[in-house]
């Protein structure tokens, strides 16, 4: 002590002294202060993870670029391209018909619409479609014969050789396909890919008028070849005849921006768990601190500086803050390597998983200012503690005042976590709702506890027993963890139980579509001449007619005497005018140039149907006399975006024939309902003798006679596609079960992080509980009885928690159904139950095993401490 003594008489300290006084203080405080730095080691595990994970997949989309477009140049179009041009570039081409129909296994009898491919040339030209064997990837090509998808072989117990049905011809499986390029396991049940040769396509008889055939070109080029600048030179061509087209760069692009969205989540939801671990470390840090203020009072007296105390306990933070730090990012260098595992079925390429040392900066850099900044409130109060605090006595009362410092903290808290967020989303609007989501719920989730707080100490009757009252009363003592526990296992429960409720939601929606009155079978590409036929067949299994409609397919030429290439004029005088406000006032006012992009479905008819509401203008529902004007119906939201309102003039391209029309109405339409719904519809007496094919939908009874009807569809109309809602929802639900995997495994670490913090909160308040169950102790409290009184604490906590984690999600949920998903929603009454009683159960058990130590001290050992 002399030294620190003469230390402590000058003016100054040096910086070795305060390390010093820090590990000495720390020696008999370790374990507790890296526990209050543990409960951020998932959050940085999680970001360090993530970060490694998007800094390989970024690496490996870059070097397999070539592999995951298979060609050099692929373009794509609605039609034919002019085949002379085709032949003209590159050294090498390949073409391919893709489309959805029914695929029929002759030795079951059962069928399912599936993707055809139907391949011509040496595609891919970067590596291979995957078989088995591994030589029926090229052996398909040489005769009749396919390759099937994995799924589907498995599905209708189908092996090598068997024979299936495409249109109206036969192929023979020459081998199973394992992965086709750019296919994710996700894409393959979802639409399985079946391969055939393309000069058998024309005898399936599947391309006639109504098919929906999308045709792709894929072209190499020599290694020398500047692909991107020949495609911009090239342009106008392709856009002429409008063909889509995608390079390597551009492929490469659209991917590493699809998987940079997955990473942003990914990355907010282990941001989570580690603001839920800085609830943890605050909170913990401020009961440290507590402890600390006698000790710190005795430094004041022998001349230590508020401000030099104040650097004591920092520098202990900032190193176990590091500690901390480098735990997580050790542990999160490890997760990486499961991560490939639990994003399989999403990912295109092959992942070679590495150490990311950058990812590993990030991360300790990240555990280190989060600890601090989040410390920081607590530690600001060393400041004020006056040398005569180690004369006051512990228990007098002290009110605080307003500290302008610990407000800037907060104000840097809170900038910290929008920053955080906007480098993630790269986006202003999006951080702004997100921070604001964050802060709306911790605000909810502290202004409960504190309701609650309030609410024990005023209304709790004293005819309860002393035991309740007791427990009652351990939620607003001194340094009580209600407001702590509260907000991080509510926000924990929340989490879990909001991706419970959007799966349900989603499910439900799809469910809802196929009720008692709703058709949940459809069946499309009927050619004029099948559908009295089809009709009839339907009936033949006594299956209702409940819709049967003409689908013609037409383009938007003008929009009130403008072309695309007119409002592609105008956009570009603007740009060049960027000060001209008139001119932007002008097009903002103009119709969008998505209008012209693409082909549009429409039908005719007389009436509205139930799923249609009128909104604006009249519904006019026959042209009687070629000279009449054609008054067509659009669907509000398609308006919208493509600016146009009642009144204006719309001339459709319907298969080279110009009709001029005028929007005469707009229709408010329930997309979830099982039917065909369109954006455009025309009147009657205009389209009839337009191309066209026909959609019927029905009602199955059972998957008996779903398959027995399908397999007489495809036997006696082999053009003819069905889509079975009950495969829909399969397909559904298998989808949203492996989103849901992902979306747990990240809200795994959110809620591990809230049992981190409970455990720290029980340790953290031991020394004054073991001061309370001695004095219960000598007061002649039994262990059974205190035993009780922490479990009556821990399951009012428990249930406050789930509750308000629940009301959150509850409410989260309630938004989502309504105003993104225009569902209904209906909470689930057991699941939710479940789901309470088993946090609360935790909470409990978590609370009293952990205090088991406290029950088990003798109060002469606690007596003998003190003194």
């Given at each position: 002590?002399?030294?620190?003594n ?13 390390v ?5 203080d ?9 526990l209050?730095?543990?409960s951020?080691i ?11 994970f998007?800094?390989?997949?970024t ?28 032949d ?8 391919e ?49 396919a ?10 117990n189908?092996?090598?050789?068997d024979?299936?049905k ?12 394992d ?13 399985p ?9 024309p005898?399936?008889?599947l ?14 080029y020599?290694d ?25 760069s ?5 991917t ?9 989540f990914?990355a ?23 402890e600390?203020?006698?000790?710190i ?25 590091l500690?901390?730090?480098?735990a997580?990012?050790?542990l999160?260098t490890?997760?990486q390597?499961?991560l ?8 295109p ?8 040392w ?5 991360g300790?850099?990240l ?16 400041r004020?503690i006056s ?5 006051r006595?512990?228990f ?12 800037l903290?907060?104000f ?47 209304i ?8 309740w ?5 351990n ?8 407001l ?15 991706l ?7 499910i ?5 579509s196929?009720?008692?009155n ?5 069946l ?25 409609v ?27 005018k ?12 103009e119709?969008?140039?998505r ?5 549009l ?17 009249k ?6 006399a ?28 319907v298969?080279g024939?110009?009709?001029?029309t ?23 007496g ?16 059972n ?14 109309f ?12 399969k ?18 670490f959110s ?15 031991k ?7 001695v ?6 409290a039994?262990?059974?009885q ?22 959150l ?11 993104s998903f ?35 001290q ?6 003998r401490?003190?003194?």
């Amino acid at each position: 002590m002399p030294q620190e003594n003469q230390l402590l008489k000058q003016s100054s300290v040096s910086f070795g002294w305060l390390v010093k006084m820090a590990w000495r203080d720390s020696r008999k405080n370790r374990s507790r202060l890296f526990l209050f730095i543990s409960s951020i080691i998932l959050g940085i595990a999680a970001l360090v993870a993530v970060y490694s994970f998007r800094d390989n997949l970024t690496r490996d989309i870059d070097d397999q670029a070539k592999i995951l477009a298979g060609a050099d140049l692929t373009l794509e179009s609605r039609k034919p391209a002019d085949q002379k041009m085709i032949d003209t570039m590159g050294i090498e081409q390949s073409a391919e018909r893709n489309f959805a129909s029914m695929l029929y296994f002759v030795k079951s009898e059962a069928s399912r619409l599936v993707q055809i491919r139907a391949l011509e040339g040496n595609y891919p030209y970067y590596g291979n479609i995957e078989t088995t064997p591994t030589q029926a990837a090229k052996d398909f090509k040489k005769g009749r014969k396919a390759l099937v998808d994995k799924t589907l072989m498995l599905q209708f117990n189908a092996k090598v050789g068997d024979s299936i049905k495409v249109g109206a011809l036969k192929f023979k499986i020459e081998g199973i396909l394992d992965k086709a390029p750019n296919q994710t396991g996700i894409s393959a049940s979802v639409a399985p890919i079946v391969y055939i040769p393309l000069q058998y396509l024309p005898q399936t008889g599947l391309t006639k008028i109504g098919s929906r055939i999308q045709y792709k070109y894929y072209i190499k080029y020599s290694d020398k070849t500047n692909v991107d600048k020949l495609v911009k030179d090239l342009q106008p061509v392709f856009e002429k005849q409008n063909l889509d087209y995608e390079t390597v760069s551009s492929k490469k692009e659209n991917t590493g921006r699809s998987f940079r969205d997955v990473n942003r989540f990914l990355a907010l939801a282990g941001f989570i768990a580690l603001l839920l671990g800085c609830i943890g470390v605050g909170s913990a840090i401020h009961v440290y601190i507590g402890e600390k203020l006698s000790a710190i009072a005795t430094l004041r007296c022998l001349g230590l500086k508020a401000k030099q105390a104040f650097f004591i306990y920092l520098i202990q933070i900032v190193f176990i803050g590091l500690i901390g730090a480098i735990a997580g990012s050790a542990l999160g260098t490890l997760i990486q390597f499961a991560l490939p595992a639990v994003l399989k079925d999403f990912i295109p390429v092959q992942i070679t998983m590495q150490i990311s040392w950058m990812a590993i900066l990030q991360g300790v850099t990240l555990g280190i200012i989060i600890s601090v900044l989040f410390a920081l409130p607590s530690l600001l109060s060393v400041r004020r503690i006056s040398p005569l605090n180690a004369l006051r006595a512990s228990f007098e009362s002290h009110k605080e005042t307003a500290d302008p410092l610990k407000w800037l903290v907060y104000f840097f808290i809170l900038l910290f976590v929008f920053v955080f967020t906007y480098l993630q989303m790269s986006g202003w609007l999006e951080a702004l709702v997100f921070t604001g989501s964050v802060v709306f719920a911790f605000l909810l989730l502290f202004g409960v506890s504190k309701l609650l707080m309030w609410l024990v100490k005023k209304i709790i009757p004293n005819s309860l027993s002393y035991l309740w009252r007791q427990g009652f009363a351990n939620l607003y003592r001194p340094n009580n963890q209600t407001l702590m526990l509260t907000v991080s296992i509510g926000l924990s429960t929340a989490f879990i139980c909001t991706l419970f409720f959007v799966q349900g939601i989603l499910i439900n929606r799809v469910t809802l579509s196929s009720g008692e009155n709703q058709p949940n079978m459809v069946l499309f590409d009927i050619q004029n001449s099948q559908k009295d036929a089809i009709a009839n067949l339907a009936r033949s299994y006594s299956l209702p007619v409940m819709n049967q409609v003409p689908i013609v397919t037409v383009r938007i030429e003008e929009i009130n005497g403008k072309t695309a290439a007119d409002l592609a004029k105008a956009d570009s005088l603007s740009s060049a005018k960027p000060n001209n406000r008139e001119t932007k006032r002008e097009n903002q006012n103009e119709p969008s140039q998505r209008a012209f992009s693409g082909e549009l479905r429409v039908t005719f008819q007389d009436s509205l149907t139930d799923a249609e509401t009128l909104v604006k203008g009249k519904w006019i529902g026959e042209v009687k006399a070629p000279e009449n004007i054609v008054y067509v119906s659009l669907e509000e939201n398609y308006a919208n975006r493509i600016k146009v309102d009642v009144g204006d003039k719309i001339t459709f391209n319907v298969q080279g024939m110009m009709i001029p029309t005028i929007v005469g109405s707009l229709r408010e339409v329930n997309w979830s309902r099982m039917q065909t719904n369109f954006r455009v519809v025309f009147p009657k007496g205009v389209l009839e003798d337009a191309p066209q094919f026909n959609v019927l939908m029905t009602k199955v009874p059972n998957s008996q006679i779903s398959a027995k009807f399908q397999g007489a569809v495809v036997r006696s109309f082999p053009n003819v596609s069905v889509i079975d809602l009950d495969l829909i929802l399969k397909v559904l639900d298998e989808l949203l079960t492996k989103i849901g995997f992902v979306i747990r495994f990240m809200a795994a670490f959110s809620m591990a992080t809230g049992w981190i913090v409970l455990i720290s909160a029980v340790i953290t308040s031991k020394s004054q509980r073991l001061r309370e169950s001695v004095l219960l102790r000598t007061l002649g409290a039994s262990r059974k009885q205190i035993l009780t009184i922490t479990a009556l604490e821990y399951l009012f906590l428990g249930a406050l928690a789930a509750g308000a984690g629940m009301i959150l999600a509850l409410g989260g949920s309630w938004a989502l159904a309504v105003f993104s998903f225009e569902s209904s929603f209906a909470p689930p009454i057991l699941p939710i139950f479940i789901l309470f009683i088993s946090v609360v159960a935790l909470v409990v058990f978590t609370g009293v095993f952990s205090s088991r130590k406290v029950l088990n001290q003798p109060p002469l050992e606690v007596l003998r401490r003190d003194s």
